[in-house]
């Protein structure tokens, strides 16, 4: 039972293309995120959503646009997607009043 | 990870131990954390301390903070090749969002 899974784990597209990675956690947690992590492991945040209200949005392109149909599913929608958005992309939960995150296992996109 | 520096490499050898070192600049940070982070894998929560601590120790890992520095170090105690990974620093402050920052992670190579 993998607490936050993402699908696909890895994702190869040409660039252009539009495409989605989805999110699921069965912990109950109250908040989720995506992060990206760079070639050299750098960890940077995207979105976080707390009871489906969005409430961090750093310097992220709009060609990313997080979507939570519900508490437990943060989807992540990339639209004309470039060469640069190639990386590891990390969705994690947390519950408020916990400490630390849960992440999934990731997903690897590389656009061709 | 502007505000949180880590070293980016460090190897040792099988039985000695390590010391990963790590400092932010955010003086408001409540809670500081270490993740793991294995090939192919998501970061996993390794250990946490509070800002109002100056040491916390779990069987073979020992957490130092001295925070009048903001210094953070994490020792590993008989490092196994197991042990191998990118291990990041992570800071965060008291609030509803408890918006993480992280390091950009340090490679530990464990030689047999």
């Known amino acids: 039972d993998t607490a936050v899974s993402q699908t696909p784990k890895y994702l190869v597209t040409q660039m252009g293309n539009d495409k989605s990675i989805k999110c699921e956690q069965n912990?109950?947690?109250?908040?989720m995120y995506w992060y990206k992590q760079d070639s050299k492991k750098f960890l940077k945040i995207m979105f976080s959503?707390?009871?489906?209200?969005?409430?961090i949005n750093e310097t992220v392109p709009n060609r990313f646009s997080p979507k939570s149909p519900d508490k437990a599913h943060l989807n992540l929608h990339i639209n004309s997607l470039e060469l640069g958005d190639s990386a590891v992309y990390f969705c994690?939960?947390?519950?408020?009043?916990?400490?630390?995150?849960?992440f999934g296992s990731g997903t690897r996109l590389t656009v061709v | 990870g502007e505000d949180v520096e880590q070293s980016l490499f460090l190897s040792v050898r099988e039985g000695d131990s390590s010391v990963i070192n790590c400092t932010y600049t955010?003086?408001?940070?409540?809670?500081l954390y270490w993740y793991k982070q294995e090939p192919g894998a998501g970061l996993q929560l390794l250990t946490y301390?509070?800002?109002?601590?100056d040491m916390k120790q779990d069987q073979r890992l020992t957490v130092l903070l001295n925070k009048k520095d903001k210094h953070l170090s994490l020792r590993i105690a008989d490092t196994q090749t197991g042990d191998s990974a990118i291990y990041f620093c992570?800071?965060?402050?008291?609030?509803?969002?408890?918006?993480?920052?992280f390091g950009a992670g340090t490679r530990l190579t464990v030689k047999p």
């Open positions: 955010d003086s408001s940070s409540t809670y």
């Open positions: 301390i509070f800002s109002n601590m």
């Open positions: 994690a939960s947390r519950q408020v009043g916990d400490y630390g995150y849960t």
């Open positions: 912990l109950g947690h109250d908040t």
């Open positions: 959503y707390n009871n489906k209200e969005l409430i």
């Open positions: 992570a800071e965060s402050m008291v609030s509803n969002n408890n918006d993480m920052r």
